[in-house]
Structures are given as C-alpha cells and as structure tokens.
C-alpha cells in the first residue's frame, strides 16, 4: 500500500512529538523503520526526522539544569542509556551523588549519576554563558550520530507543577520522592502562555508529511509541548498527516504513571479517552488517526464514530524490531489515510 509517505519526492519528512521513556523508545522505532524503508547509502534514513521534545520536565537543581526528557531522547538514540532504569546513562557511577548527599546538598530522592552530570554541567556552562535552550539541546546532541533532528518545545523555562492536597511542588519532586502517589488536583506550567515555539518547531510542523505523537504521556510530556502557544495550531493546520500512538493499552499506561496524571484531569486511563481528548482534526481537533491495541479493539468503533482512524496494532515495545514495527504501523496510517482522503477527492 503506498501512500504519500512512499511517493514524496526525495525523502520524506516526518516529526514526532515526544516525551522521555516511551517516546525515545518509539522516536529509535521510527529510526529503524525510516532506515528500512528509506534507506541512504550510508546505513541511514533519507527521511528527514525531527523530533520535538517534551521540557515541562526539566528542573533546576544543586545550580544545574536537567533536561530529563531531551536528555532520554538523546542518551537512547546514542544507545547509552540506561535501559533499565530507564533514565540516565549505562555504566553509570554515582560518586558525585553520594558526595552531594553527604553535603546535603540537592535532593536525596534524585539521583545525579556521575556521567549524567558532565551533560548537566555542560548544559548549565553554555546557558550561563547566553546559548539558547535550542543550542544547547543542539550541541549535546552532536556529540553523537543520532540520525534525527532534535529540537526542544520552546527555549523558555515552563517547568511543570502539580497541585496535591499536601501543597504545590515541582513535577520531578512528585514523580520521583512521591512516585505520583500523591492525587494530583491539578498540573500547571507557570510562563507556557508567554513562551513561543523553539526555533524550527513550527516550520518542521508545517513541511511534515506526516507528524507522529509518540506514545507518551498526554497530560506531563505531550500535553505541555501542545500547551505552547502557537503548536497546536500548527498540528492541525499542517498539510501532512496526524497520527497518534496510544500510551494505554486494556486500560492501564505503558510505563510511567499515566493513569495518576489523567485522573487529575478528569481523564479515565482509557485509549479511547485518550484519542478523543486530542480529538479529530475532521471535528476540530489534533489527529486524523489513533493506534490502539489489539486489547483494545472493541473501542475502534466508538473512536470511528468521532471522525477518528482507529487502526488496531501491536503497541508493546519489547525490543528494536517491535518498535520499528509499530513506528511503520503509524507511517502505514497514513496510506490508509490517502485512500480515504483519494476516496473523499474521487467522491467530491
Ligand atoms: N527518576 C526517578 O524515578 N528517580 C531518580 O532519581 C531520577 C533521577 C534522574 C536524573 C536525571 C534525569 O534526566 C532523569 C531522572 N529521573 C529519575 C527520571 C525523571 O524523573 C524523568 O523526568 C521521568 O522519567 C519522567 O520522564
């Protein structure tokens, strides 16, 4: 089946929103697919992929600034991230740490692994001295061959909070002291509404032939990435296609603790709720298609009914060919969304 994606002259160009764990899972996914299905001479990918990364997580901490999210993404496309842990860097020691924790410095619950922390200087380095979020991200991802484009949401600082009954703290601190265990009542990102797309977002949005929504969480990582003014407009405006991967599967989040953060805002951890809250772009909203699990294919009907494609897919990522897998099984998509667009242009 081909589709736009098979016939655009030279390669095509593709952009994926995503978050940390589950996104650079599936952003190595759409790599390795890229390369099978458009190769280079070189053992890489024609396509042009540009990632847009989540940076709601990010925290200033013992005078560093962490990049969780840019820093997942980048460590897992170099293949030196810590794959169990599922953060951070392999082969990582915790020297530095342990000497932090003695001094009582930093935050005990939060781990700095050594090797983790030459990222986090260097960060800090070249934003004292006046690099933009967009240059840093940029220089750390050139240490290494990634094959993508990476690009932050938006070169502000919007750190994500959360509202509990315990108080107001920092995303991270209830993520990781809390394990989100505590309710939240409400999540917040103080100057989103003042910040602006990165540099190149809106552009890479605007050229996509198709954009991809990783499967990761709607409300911490692909919720303040759409919460920049001026991304979702370009999301619905873009003459590609949208497609998105669902993060719940029969009902439960992949990884992470999605379901704590969909509770607070009023959303069941439910693939359907999902799909319909970033919508139809046919009623107004953000996708044209929505992958669901096969546990889930009772719900492709309903999601149908809202103007939604609902392909039903294997969404378990277990390993590299699963993720490639899924990621060609999002780029499919979109053939199935030609025919129907060709359909509905044969029909008018
Ligand atoms: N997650 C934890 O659960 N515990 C930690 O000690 C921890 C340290 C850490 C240090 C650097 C970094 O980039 C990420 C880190 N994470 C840790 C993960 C972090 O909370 C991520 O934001 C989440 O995985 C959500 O994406």
């Known amino acids: 089946m081909t589709g736009v994606l098979d016939v655009a002259a030279g390669s095509p160009r593709i952009v994926v929103l995503a978050g940390g764990v ?28 540009t990632v847009i990364a989540n940076t709601g997580d990010d925290l200033w901490l013992s005078g560093l600034r962490l990049q969780p999210d840019v820093d997942s993404m980048i460590y897992a496309l170099a293949g030196v991230n810590d794959t169990e842990r599922g953060w951070g860097r392999a082969g990582e020691s915790e020297r530095v740490a342990a000497e932090l924790h003695a001094w009582g410095a930093g935050w005990p619950w939060f781990t700095l692994g050594d090797l983790d922390l030459g990222a986090h200087i260097a960060r800090t380095g070249w934003l004292r001295d006046g690099a933009s979020v967009t240059e840093v991200v940029d220089r750390l991802a050139s240490r290494w061959p990634l094959g993508v484009g990476l690009l932050p949401m938006t070169d502000a600082e919007v750190d ?58 709607p409300v911490v990582s692909l919720g303040p990435i759409l919460a920049v003014p001026g991304i979702a407009a370009a999301v619905r405006a873009t003459a590609g296609a949208v497609v998105g991967v669902s993060p719940i599967i029969a009902g439960a989040p992949v990884r992470g603790m999605a379901d704590a953060c969909l509770a607070a805002v009023g959303l069941p951890a439910a693939a359907d709720a999902v799909g319909r809250h970033y919508g139809a772009r046919s009623a107004g909203g953000l996708l044209d298609a929505w992958l669901i699990a096969e546990e889930d294919a009772s719900l492709a009907e309903g999601l149908e009914a809202t103007g939604l494609c ?39």
């Open 22 to 49: 589950g996104g650079s899972k599936f952003v190595v996914g759409v790599r390795e697919a890229a390369r099978r299905r458009w190769p280079d001479a070189a053992g890489g990918t024609r396509a042009e992929i």
């Open 160 to 217: 994500t909070h959360v509202t509990t009954a315990q108080g107001r703290m920092h995303f991270q601190e209830w993520w990781t002291r809390h394990r989100a265990a505590l309710p939240a009542l409400g999540f917040d990102w103080p100057g989103i509404a003042q910040s602006e797309p990165a540099p190149g977002v809106v552009d890479a949005l605007a050229a996509a032939d198709v954009i991809l929504f990783a499967p990761s969480n």
């Open 310 to 348: 609902a392909p039903v897919r294997p969404l378990w990522m277990r390993d590299l060919d699963s993720a490639a897998a899924l990621a060609t099984a999002a780029l499919d998509s979109t053939a199935a969304l030609d025919s129907i667009a060709l359909g509905a242009h044969q029909r008018s």
